[in-house]
């Protein structure tokens, strides 16, 4: 018989959760035996008031610690009866054999019960096969299901097989949907633990809602009173509800880790501080007028009971509406935070609010409705529209938003798959950011979109180049080009593993935004190259192998990186931060292939190669002493004394005046007014009034702009130019590019010389 004493009662649990939640044990021993106790790995913690004796720990073993992490969410969740120990065990009968089975986490509320197997590994393990176990467990389920059964009557029980540290293959998650075992990974118990945090025992409905979808909810009434209607081509019921009864139907798709294969999933997660101000709200005899807006999933039409007696309008319909009595068969598209603020609340039973109730609209309408009502409330943020593109754009008609949800697809694959190298590490729909996962999924789409992967298209849908990977089908092409980015990362993983352990916002120097889109762009290079030489992309395995030959000499540039190298890669900020990463990978590259010269390479270094710099701030400082001093001679000769002053705009005056002053409080040394005008300054001078045409124009328009339109002001753009080159001189991306210095040349040899004092 199983010993159902070992299951706590709810008076216990909080109590046990506390011990649960401890990652080591704790006792107490004497102190003479200490020698003894740390060698079956117990330490000194602290004295005791009996000088004889000490407290001692020593950690709790990595499985007991997954088993109690398990426990803990479940207990928190509002399940109130749970094994005690580790030794609870359900017994049971099977072909005429009595046996036993120990169970990891037994966790029960009113309607539930839930029997986790746990199984954890102390590193990441993509080798293990669970064929034998899972096998077991589809055994072994129907008896324990029947006595647990037999016991707790009423109660839908479902079994649970959680891991952590393995990377559990296809066939054995589609050996658990068919053994109708649920399956927890770790981004799973993640975003249940975060959804506890801002829900409490209320994230239960949610779990709930996924593990029995479609499953009868015992003893609900489900019928209201309803208007029938119809809107955009849906039909939508209008009716009150107690907040508690939605609750238990309803469900929110929410975009994280833990839904990849529930798409769309659109909504944000529920935000703490905004539910405890509802729920605050609610408990003060607050109310909300406005109607929660949900799709009823229904798999036949739902039952509506016409009232005898109808009003005049034909459109609006009387009735009473049955909603179905089940888990998961309403999705909450508007209105979350207005349905989670009644958890726990002491109206959840007494209260009603108003709904509009759609029947079965499809899930792209679901997201479009949402984002239409979100527009002019809080906007959704560009991660989660990039994480919603994957969704509302995969069968597009128009090509190009189809290979933007390519993108957005395969952005998100690199974060959300345990097999990608850069899985955790991708910001995907509102996830949290922290210092390891800081990837966006703008940067990816982005450099995705730069590559020659996919096919880009007209305005007018027709095609303009086909993709290297492009097979016209996104499911298709999806596959091939996910292999091809996971299998050069994980290549450059073995490269350089150490990088996987460092924090990129640190000493790390290849798992931040910056790094990560230029090694996409770089991909891409190399698949150009490798196609070039008459690789096909389609034979992807021989595909990848080729890229070794390229990717090999990152392993030397990055060890050997300085830290001035290092700051500056890291210092690009904005869309130029991720192209001037992969420019420099190209260098890296080009340096040990020779032949290796991608587009735009040579044109890029030129540019930015720094080679021009010295000479160029030379010839800057000669610019502005040249220019500086022929203005001050024009003016002063033109107009005697101090009416000079009157020709200079008073914009700029003042500014100089200012500049004057403060160098002289700073330094307690006076210049003249004159040293204090930059160039802009000096090119308002030159153009105010009639000064260009009277005194400037023919010398200070150059000989290749002689021609130019738009006037003075289009004619001295070579002064600005030179101004701002000015400012960044010092800063570490400080760079003149080949065709300014190439304009500073023609102004040192043609407008200069036309600048003497007569």
């Known amino acids: 018989m199983t010993d159902w004493g070992k299951l706590l009662t709810p008076a216990e649990v909080p109590n046990a959760m506390r011990e649960r939640k401890k990652a080591y044990l704790e006792k107490t021993a004497w102190r003479i035996a200490l020698p003894n106790e740390e060698k079956e790995g117990w330490s000194f913690y602290k004295d005791t008031k009996n000088p004889e004796k000490v407290k001692v720990r020593k950690n709790k073993p990595l499985d007991e610690i997954f088993e109690n992490r398990l426990w803990v969410l479940f207990a928190q969740m509002g399940f109130c009866v749970l094994n005690r120990d580790r030794t609870f065990a359900i017994n049971y009968s099977q ?37 034998t176990e899972l096998e077991a467990i589809n055994g072994y389920m129907g008896s324990v299901r029947n006595e647990i059964i037999k016991k707790f009557p009423s109660r839908n029980v479902k079994f649970i097989f959680a891991t952590q540290n393995y990377i559990v293959g296809e066939q054995d998650k589609k050996r658990m949907e068919e053994f109708n075992i649920a399956y927890f990974d770790e981004k799973t118990i993640k975003y249940y633990e975060e959804l506890v945090k801002h829900l409490g025992g209320c994230a239960r409905y949610q779990l709930l809602g996924s593990l029995f979808a479609n499953n009868k909810i015992a003893g609900m009434d489900n019928r209201v009173p309803a208007i029938r209607g119809k809107m955009g081509g849906y039909t939508y019921y209008a009716f009150s509800i107690q907040p508690e009864t939605l609750l238990k139907i309803g469900y929110v798709l929410h975009r994280s880790e833990a839904n990849e294969g529930m798409m769309p999933t659109y909504q944000r997660i529920i935000k703490k501080a905004r539910l405890k101000s509802v729920h605050e709200f609610i408990e003060n005899k607050g109310f909300f007028p406005n109607s929660i807006v949900i799709s009823i999933d229904s798999k036949r039409p739902l039952q509506f009971d016409l009232a005898e007696k109808q009003g005049s309008d034909d459109v609006a319909k009387l009735g009473i509406l049955h909603l179905p009595n089940m888990y998961r068969s309403a999705y909450i598209i508007d209105g979350q935070h207005r349905l989670y603020g009644y958890s726990d609340s002491k109206y959840a039973k007494t209260n009603s609010i108003p709904v509009v109730a759609f029947e079965n609209m499809e899930q792209k309408e679901q997201v479009k409705l949402f984002m239409e009502i979100n527009e002019n409330q809080k906007a959704v943020s560009k991660n989660l529209r990039n994480t919603l593109n994957a969704d509302l754009l995969w069968v597009s008609d128009n090509p190009s938003e189809r290979r933007e949800a390519l993108r957005s697809k395969l952005a998100q694959e690199l974060g959300d798959n345990n097999a990608s190298p850069l899985y955790n590490r991708v910001i995907i729909g509102e996830d949290q950011s922290d210092d390891y996962r800081c990837i966006t999924l703008e940067v990816i789409c982005s450099a995705i979109d730069s590559t020659g992967f996919l096919s880009k298209f007209g305005k007018d849908k027709t095609p303009i180049y086909h993709g290297l990977f492009d097979l016209d089908d996104n499911d298709k092409t999806f596959a091939l080009v996910k292999k091809y980015l996971f299998g050069c990362f994980n290549y450059i993983k073995e490269l350089l593993p150490e990088e996987w ?99 735009g390479y040579i044109k890029y270094w030129e540019d930015h190669g720094k080679s021009y710099n010295s000479e160029s701030i030379m010839i800057m400082a000669h610019i502005e002493k040249t220019v500086r001093s022929y203005i001050k001679h024009i003016l002063e000769k033109n107009y005697s004394g101090q009416n000079w002053i009157q020709e200079i705009p008073k914009k700029n005056y003042t500014s100089a005046t200012t500049s004057m002053s403060k160098y002289k409080y700073e330094t307690g040394e006076e210049k003249p007014i004159w040293e204090f005008f930059s160039l802009a300054d000096l090119n308002a001078i030159i153009l105010y009034g009639n000064h260009w045409t009277s005194f400037f124009e023919k010398c200070f ?32 991306n400080f760079c003149v590019a080949k065709s300014e210095y190439e304009t500073l040349k023609e102004i040192e040899s043609s407008v200069l010389p036309l600048l003497k004092n007569d």
């Open 501 to 599: 352990e460092k924090n990129p916002k640190k000493e790390g120097i290849l798992l931040f935004n910056n790094a990560v889109g230029g090694v996409i762009r770089l991909l891409g290079d190399i698949a150009v190259e490798l196609k070039e030489n008459d690789h096909d992309p389609k034979q992807i395995d021989d595909f990848i192998e080729e890229t070794h030959y390229y990717l090999d000499p990152l392993q030397h540039y990055i060890r050997t990186l300085s830290e001035q190298e290092k700051a500056e890669l890291h210092s690009n900020y904005g869309g130029n931060g991720p192209k001037h990463y992969w420019r420099n990978l190209e260098k890296a590259i080009h340096e040990v292939r020779s032949s290796f010269v991608p587009e």
């Open 95 to 131: 072909k005429g054999q009595n046996l036993s089975k120990q169970i990891d986490v037994f966790a029960m509320d009113e309607e539930t019960v839930l029997v986790v197997e746990c199984k954890c590994a102390e590193k990441i393990n993509d080798r293990k096969q669970w064929k």
């Open 701 to 732: 328009t150059l000989p290749s702009e002689q021609k130019k339109a738009g006037g003075k002001k289009a004619k001295t753009e070579w002064m600005t130019m030179v101004d701002k080159l000015q400012k960044t001189v010092g800063r570490a």
